[in-house]
């Protein structure tokens, strides 16, 4: 191969590599400014739905929207809300959640939760579960949820 068709070659390949690496870094998603503490599910025995809890922080100088979460290890994940009206308590799926801008989110027991149900294999108390919040901007995080017992009032 003659010298000028070598260095014409590895120019293209040169070109073709600051082209596809600028391609990735536009693709990449923006880092997230939000951050999840004290994340726990409540077990229950028998196969019954469980609940995830944790603190959802936005250290980001605008609202994040909280769209939704899935898990590998169960089939469907969603955010519901408790509720006690007229001594009557209820639950109620709600389709996003805001967190402001420098603010938080507690999901606790009574109130905003994740109901995670049709787990896909056997899930204990030790156990922790991967579960992955996604937000309107396209961003997510991935959280490891510690799996305590029934009886567990926080991951503490």
Not at 15 to 20: D, G, H, M, Q, V
Not at 85 to 92: F, K, L, Q, R
Not at 120 to 141: E, I, M, N, R, Y
Request: charged residues 15%; aromatic residues 6%; neutral net charge.
């Amino acid at each position: 191969m003659n010298d000028r068709l070598f260095k014409l070659l590895r120019a293209m390949a040169c070109a073709c590599l600051i082209t596809a690496s600028a391609a990735a870094f536009a693709a990449a998603p923006a880092k997230s400014s939000v951050h999840v503490e004290h994340a726990w599910i409540r077990w229950l025995p028998a196969n019954l739905p469980a609940a995830g809890y944790a603190k959802i922080v936005n250290d980001g100088d605008s609202t994040v929207r909280l769209t939704g979460a899935s898990s590998p290890d169960y089939g469907e994940v969603m955010l519901h809300q408790s509720r006690l009206a007229e001594g009557d308590s209820t639950m109620v799926m709600v389709a996003h959640l805001d967190i402001l801008a420098h603010g938080s989110v507690s999901l606790a027991p009574g109130g905003y939760h994740l109901m995670l149900s049709h787990a896909k294999q056997p899930v204990k108390p030790g156990d922790t579960v991967p579960v992955t919040l996604h937000f309107a901007d396209g961003a997510s995080v991935q959280v490891g949820f510690k799996v305590m017992p029934a009886n567990a009032t926080g991951p503490g």
